[in-house]
């Protein structure tokens, strides 16, 4: 925890009544310090509510902004304080965690919605799958450490999907067997032969590095090709692309990775 004598050695202040040489190169060549991820956490249960809240707090780089007690309470305080992240729970009274991140995705306005982080108890809850469809950015089970919680709000507050590999092939792949749709094989064909290539990878929970080594291309070289794949399909992180990947036929679950 960040001790109150460590607070001033970070950023010292100018003396009073001096002015900036405007060729000294001081603090307008020094690039902003990234803002604290402004964090939501809703939860209907109260100690756990405040424990996930306090744990959070912890940390220099994430500030704590609002907390909720139902889905309708998220959705209101996460209108107010447009956080970027929101820890989710799936089930709570008044409206659900669901319910409540599909309100939030189909917010309209000059600002994006918020990355939803769902919480759950079982890592195969069927309402998970519906949490995704409605825009969630991943899943964290309630028992998760520490650690694992302050990564996680990381990696989607970044704008990355939060699907362990080990657990996209087994999550996605029960949801596509419990909810078949009819593929839809045409909504693809606006990518490219090696996109079409990329997304059947993502759907194998492949990080950058593995795709990297699986198609013998650099990570920047991959991260453009994901970019372009969620560009063109419209969708907002990897979580939608390998949702998309089953929905459209390109994986067919339990058929085993393609050639």
């Given at each position: 925890?960040?001790?109150?004598?460590?607070?001033?050695?970070a950023?010292?202040?100018?003396?009073p009544?001096?002015?900036?040489?405007?060729?000294a190169?001081?603090?307008?060549?020094?690039?902003?310090?990234?803002?604290?991820?402004?964090?939501?956490?809703?939860?209907?249960?109260?100690?756990?509510?405040?424990?996930?809240?306090?744990?959070?707090?912890?940390?220099?780089?994430?500030?704590?902004?609002?907390?909720?007690?139902?889905?309708?309470?998220?959705?209101?305080?996460?209108?107010?304080?447009?956080?970027?992240?929101?820890?989710?729970?799936v089930?709570?009274?008044?409206?659900?965690?669901?319910?409540?991140?599909?309100?939030?995705?189909?917010?309209?306005?000059?600002?994006?919605p918020?990355?939803?982080l769902?919480l759950?108890?079982?890592?195969?809850?069927?309402?998970?799958?519906?949490?995704?469809?409605?825009?969630?950015?991943?899943?964290?089970?309630?028992?998760?450490?520490?650690?694992?919680?302050?990564?996680?709000?990381?990696?989607?507050?970044?704008?990355?999907?939060?699907?362990?590999?080990?657990?996209?092939?087994?999550?996605?792949?029960?949801?596509?067997?419990?909810?078949?749709?009819?593929?839809?094989?045409?909504?693809?064909?606006?990518?490219?032969?090696r996109?079409?290539?990329?997304?059947?990878?993502?759907?194998?929970?492949l990080?950058?590095?593995?795709?990297?080594?699986?198609?013998?291309?650099?990570?920047?070289?991959?991260?453009?090709?994901?970019?372009?794949v969620?560009?063109k399909?419209?969708?907002?992180?990897?979580?939608?692309?390998?949702?998309?990947?089953?929905?459209?036929?390109?994986?067919?679950?339990?058929?085993?990775?393609?050639?």
């Amino acid at each position: 925890m960040t001790t109150p004598e460590a607070a001033p050695e970070a950023a010292p202040e100018a003396a009073p009544g001096t002015t900036a040489e405007p060729d000294a190169g001081t603090a307008a060549d020094v690039p902003a310090e990234p803002h604290p991820v402004r964090i939501v956490v809703a939860d209907d249960h109260e100690v756990v509510r405040a424990g996930y809240a306090g744990l959070l707090a912890t940390q220099p780089d994430f500030t704590v902004v609002g907390t909720a007690r139902d889905g309708a309470e998220a959705v209101r305080v996460c209108r107010e304080q447009r956080p970027d992240v929101v820890l989710m729970d799936v089930r709570m009274p008044v409206s659900d965690g669901i319910q409540a991140t599909a309100e939030l995705m189909g917010d309209a306005g000059p600002a994006q919605p918020p990355r939803v982080l769902i919480l759950t108890t079982f890592d195969l809850d069927e309402h998970v799958y519906d949490a995704l469809i409605a825009g969630a950015s991943g899943f964290l089970l309630k028992d998760v450490t520490a650690e694992r919680l302050f990564d996680a709000v990381r990696v989607v507050a970044a704008g990355e999907a939060l699907l362990a590999p080990g657990v996209t092939r087994r999550l996605i792949a029960e949801f596509a067997r419990l909810k078949p749709r009819a593929p839809r094989r045409d909504a693809l064909a606006v990518l490219t032969p090696r996109e079409s290539e990329v997304l059947r990878l993502l759907a194998e929970g492949l990080s950058n590095p593995e795709l990297a080594g699986r198609l013998h291309v650099g990570e920047e070289t991959v991260k453009t090709h994901v970019s372009r794949v969620l560009s063109k399909l419209g969708l907002r992180d990897r979580t939608q692309a390998v949702v998309m990947a089953y929905e459209t036929g390109l994986v067919v679950p339990g058929a085993g990775s393609s050639a």
